[in-house]
């Protein structure tokens, strides 16, 4: 079962992205110097369904809310912690009934959401 801040999600793939900050300078007469200055926290890109016009309207609010939420995740692999979310797109599904969560009515609305996480390190 994955959660994220209490809401219930259910991915469709999960990806993890991670870099450094690397600044490149180009003196006049030499080669180009790189310089690092750090790293970027991680960023996971989780495409997810989400059943119910609460749990959506809920998860917009997070990204304006400015705090960290907990991620639960079915498998040890996959990071848990705490992400900010920082951005997420979505659309509605054209359904006539939902069996995805069964806590929720059969005509409740099912969104497919993109949620961008960045983790509190």
Not at 34 to 39: E, L, P, R
Not at 53 to 59: E, I, P, V
Not at 102 to 108: G, H, M, R, S, V
Request: hydrophobic share 35%; aromatic share 14%; net charge negative.
């Amino acid at each position: 079962m994955w959660t994220y801040g209490g809401i219930r999600i259910y991915p469709q793939d999960f990806n993890e992205e991670t870099k450094q900050i690397i600044a490149r300078l180009t003196p006049i007469l030499s080669d180009t110097v790189h310089q690092i200055f750090g790293w970027e926290n991680p960023i996971v890109k989780l495409p997810v369904y989400i059943v119910g016009s609460g749990n959506y309207t809920s998860l917009k609010e997070m990204t304006r809310d400015g705090l960290t939420h907990s991620l639960i995740c079915t498998y040890t692999v996959y990071a848990s912690g705490s992400f900010y979310l920082n951005s997420m797109s979505s659309k509605m599904l054209n359904n006539i009934s939902q069996f995805i969560d069964l806590a929720q009515p059969e005509d409740a609305p099912v969104y497919f959401v993109d949620l961008e996480l960045y983790e509190n390190v």
